[in-house]
Antibody, heavy 121, light 107 residues
Framework: EVQLVESGGGLVQPGGSLRLSCAAS????????MNWVRQAPGKGLEWVSYISSSGSTIYYADSVKGRFTISRDNAKNSLYLQMNSLRAEDTAVYYC??????????????WGQGTLVTVSS | DIQMTQSPSSLSASVGDRVTITCRASQSISSYLNWYQQKPGKAPKLLIYAASSLQSGVPSRFSGSGSGTDFTLTISSLQPEDFATYYC?????????FGQGTKLEIK
């Protein structure tokens, strides 16, 4: 059974940092591209970042570029999101999502349960 | 960036009804369109990918159609467990944008 379990969320002050983790199991993690998607309270879904299976290709949403860093450790079956210079508008539930791609385009077939990040003083 | 617009934003329907949700892209995205269902406090769940392909395990009452800029998600006979929020998402280009969501409520 595919499982994605996020951790690392919490309350942080504006300008602070937080590192999210996503532990994967039930599939060959090193063979899949991964993504982070977030959802502000009461709002819709916003894609945040993508990383290829090897980690060699990375993309970010403009809203987090230069502040967030996605990474992965295939030996540990883990995905990470380092979030720096956090702002109030980064407050959201952060989901890790497995990507399935065809013709270099894809969809998110499995999602974790999410971890809440609250940026507030 | 490609913008995705869903209509309606909310919808009231009864068990057994046939329901259609529309998603429009700001430019052609071929068939690179996916649909997700989200229930309160839960993660999104993939229903349809590539505009019309049913994800494994999803009931056949869900179907998707469309290409280019206009797409639809249809639920042929609403069941109690279908009351949720539905999102479309384009995967034609980066960033992979979502629609704003359609909340399906019980009438």
């Amino acid at each position: 059974e595919v499982q994605l379990v996020e951790s690392g969320g919490g309350l942080v002050q504006p300008g602070g940092s937080l590192r999210l983790s996503c532990a994967a199991s039930g599939f060959t993690f090193s063979s899949y591209e991964m993504n982070w998607v977030r959802q502000a309270p009461g709002k819709g879904l916003e894609w945040v970042s993508y990383i290829s299976s090897s980690g060699s290709t990375i993309y970010y949403a403009d809203s987090v570029k230069g502040r967030f860093t996605i990474s992965r450790d295939n030996a540990k079956n883990s995905l990470y999101l380092q979030m720096n210079s956090l702002r109030a508008e980064d407050t959201a539930v952060y989901y890790c999502a497995r990507g399935r791609y065809y013709d270099s385009r894809g969809y998110f077939d499995y999602w974790g349960q999410g971890t809440l990040v609250t940026v507030s003083s | 960036d490609i913008q995705m617009t869903q209509s309606p934003s909310s919808l009231s329907a009864s068990v057994g009804d046939r329901v259609t949700i529309t998603c429009r892209a700001s430019q052609s995205i071929s068939s690179y369109l996916n649909w997700y269902q989200q229930k309160p406090g839960k993660a999104p769940k993939l229903l349809i990918y590539a505009a019309s392909s049913l994800q494994s395990g999803v009931p056949s009452r869900f179907s998707g159609s469309g290409s280019g800029t206009d797409f639809t998600l249809t639920i042929s006979s609403l069941q109690p467990e279908d009351f949720a929020t539905y999102y479309c998402q384009q995967s034609y280009s980066t960033p992979p944008a979502f629609g704003q969501g359609t909340k399906l409520e019980i009438k």
